[in-house]
């Protein structure tokens, strides 16, 4: 078990390269999302990264599985994410954390990261 991802040259159906991303568990359910130059995945573990386009080399990650602090002060965890991939929008990356199938890693944040 584990996850990866790959570029898919569509012309004809090679593949420039692959990265290794999980190595265990049900590895990256949820749905990749991208913008030029760079493509982020999610794991089961609840890892968001976002990898190079170029040659899927790791770029940033995040680990969303753990206690975050709110805006409105309700506590919140971030766990598994095997759901929807994020959502890029106005600059700024979405991603709910905990939402995912399975038996463990349940949370319930949404989190938002914009550049520094």
Do not use: C
């Amino acid at each position: 078990l584990g996850g990866g991802i790959a570029a898919v040259k569509l012309s004809d159906g090679s593949r420039p390269w692959t990265a290794k991303i999980a190595a265990t568990g049900p590895g990256n359910p949820a749905a990749t999302s991208a913008i030029p130059g760079v493509v982020f995945t999610a794991t089961s573990d609840g890892i968001l990264r976002a990898l190079s386009t170029a040659d899927g080399q790791a770029l940033w990650q995040y680990n969303t599985a753990q206690a975050h602090e709110t805006v409105n002060g309700v506590a919140a965890r971030g766990g598994n994410i095997g759901q929807a991939g994020a959502t890029i929008a106005g600059g700024m990356i979405f991603i709910g954390s905990g939402y995912g199938t399975g038996n463990t890693g349940f949370g319930n944040v949404l989190l938002a990261f914009g550049p520094e």
